[in-house]
């Protein structure tokens, strides 16, 4: 099973989002790196891009397969984990910590309401699974 | 409705994760490609390839029938000899790659892939003109299990009732396995020493089980189609649909070796031998990425801004830590040390041409 940690927000494209004030960290979910399986590249944007909610803002690859990640609210990168270019690993070790993979600078806090929570995110994967 | 080889419940209670492979339920990795990789590189691995076709061909003509579909020269082969070989189309485009089994002089049985059986079996049949001939698919008969990896000759020992060392690289054998006949040939697509053993279908889960218990504890470990992709890559191994079709000739694929101009006329010999006479045009390289990014199948492949070649197969090879692949060239670019770039997402990454193989482990065997 996969661990969702309660604390944080979640959007159906599996990141998730630790907010804190202005500042939002972004991932993607233990669920999703189960998925991916060993993951072995990730493409993360530059300090001081900018991305609207929804839109690519890098990729995951795994042996098998690259996929997109995407923007979970409306911001601008203000730090990106560079520690995941030697050790892209840390996405699948630990993807709610170490395998975090930017921060934001929050531009419009309302689209936070608009995350799912833990226990919403898990009917989720249970729906998907079910098709 | 997809095909299911007689193993399909033991990979799903075993936790595999399934896919479509060309029409077939296929386990594509249990533990993760990574450390199934590894495994077979340091240990051992099991992967199930029954999906893969079975083609017999016997009677007074069977040699000649197959010397003349097949590229390599089949005259040379002993009773129990195997053979990898092209079956190519009239004008050289390669149709298949397959392993041909003499089994005696009147027998040979030719494993092919598993999207290519039908038409194999169709075109084979096609040229069997001469009536003392039968060609007939058995592939539902058969199980294919491949046991790869430094460690497998020691695990299929302990259940085998022949001396398995006495098996050179390419060659094969009846034998009972754990009771069971099978044919076993010391062979595969994994660039490591191992074993395809061909069983009965019905028997498959008995070998299954019984090959995992027994090489448990020589870290034998279930391995999925993911792995034996980035196996054979590292070993080069060319995969027809990606690195080879109808629209390219096995010497393009760099598969010269297995093209005998000189054995007697077969299907493609004229067409061949003309592209070798007037030199290739294009040709088959292996490169390495000088970047962490991974390429793909598909990627396209510049030189000096211009596009020129597309990637056949790419990956990231686990064994080597190294992103690798193989992409047909204009043979103006194709020189080993040559810089050129994969278009990866719109950006233009580094790569070297390299000698193919990137892995060749240390024979012991040949």
């Known amino acids: 099973m996969a661990n969702t940690p309660e604390e944080l927000g979640y959007t159906k494209d599996h990141e998730w989002v630790r907010v804190s004030g202005e500042q939002a960290t972004v991932g993607i979910t233990d669920h999703a790196q189960q998925q991916l399986g060993d993951v072995v590249y990730v493409e993360l944007p530059k300090v001081g891009e900018r991305f609207e909610s929804a839109s690519p803002f890098g990729s995951v690859e795994s042996v098998k397969a690259v996929s997109e990640i995407y923007m979970p609210l409306t911001g601008t990168v203000e730090e990106v984990n560079e520690s995941l270019n030697d050790s892209p690993e840390r996405v699948n070790t630990d993807p709610y910590g170490e395998g975090w993979m930017i921060r934001i600078k929050i531009e419009n806090p309302g689209e936070v309401d608009g995350l799912l929570n833990s226990i919403e995110y898990e009917d989720y994967i249970k729906e998907e699974a079910a098709e | ?366």
Not at chain 2, 28 to 48: K, N
Not at chain 2, 139 to 145: E, F, M, N, R, V
Not at chain 2, 284 to 302: I, M, S, W
């Open chain 2, 1 to 366: 409705m997809l095909k299911r080889t007689p193993l399909y419940d033991l990979h799903v209670s075993l936790g595999a994760r399934m896919v479509d492979f060309v029409g077939w339920h296929m386990p594509v990795q249990y533990a993760g490609p990574i450390p199934e990789h590894m495994a077979v590189r340091e240990a051992a691995g099991l992967f199930d390839v029954s999906h893969m076709g079975e083609i017999e061909v016997t009677g007074k003509a069977a040699l000649e029938l197959v010397q003349r579909v097949t590229t390599n020269d089949v005259s040379k082969l002993d009773d129990n000899q195997v053979q990898y070989s092209t079956l190519t189309n009239e004008s050289g485009g390669v149709i298949d790659d397959l392993l041909v089994y003499r089994i005696n002089a009147e027998y040979f049985l030719l494993i092919v892939n598993a999207s290519n059986t039908d038409k194999d079996y169709e075109w084979i049949k096609g040229h069997n003109t001469a009536g003392s001939v039968v060609v007939h698919d058995t592939s539902g008969a058969w199980a294919l299990l491949a046991l790869q990896g430094p460690r497998s000759e020691r695990i299929l020992q302990d259940l085998s009732d022949r001396m398995l060392d006495r098996i050179p690289y390419y060659w094969s054998q009846w034998m009972q396995v754990d009771g069971v006949n099978c044919r076993v040939s010391r062979t595969g697509y994994t660039g490591e020493d191992g074993f395809e053993i061909l069983c009965p279908a019905d028997s498959a889960r008995h070998l299954w089980n019984r090959l995992l218990v027994t090489g448990q504890d020589r870290g034998l470990v279930p391995c999925g189609l993911a792995a034996r992709n980035t196996l054979r890559l590292e070993a080069a191994f060319r995969l027809h649909g990606n690195d080879m079709d109808e629209t390219t000739t096995p010497l393009e694929a760099g598969l010269g070796w297995v093209v005998k101009l000189n054995k007697g006329d077969f299907v493609g010999r004229e067409a061949l031998a003309r592209q070798k006479a007037e030199g290739l045009k294009r040709k088959l390289v292996g490169f390495e990425v000088l970047d962490r990014a991974p390429a793909r199948d598909n990627y396209k492949v510049a030189v000096d801004g211009a596009e020129v070649g597309h990637v056949t197969s790419g990956s990231y090879a686990p064994f080597l830590k190294k992103n690798i692949g193989l992409a047909y060239l204009p043979t103006e670019h194709a020189a080993v040390g040559r810089e050129i770039s994969i278009i990866v997402r719109g950006r233009s990454v580094p790569a070297r041409i390299v000698e193919t193989p990137f892995y060749k482990r240390e024979r012991k065997f040949d």
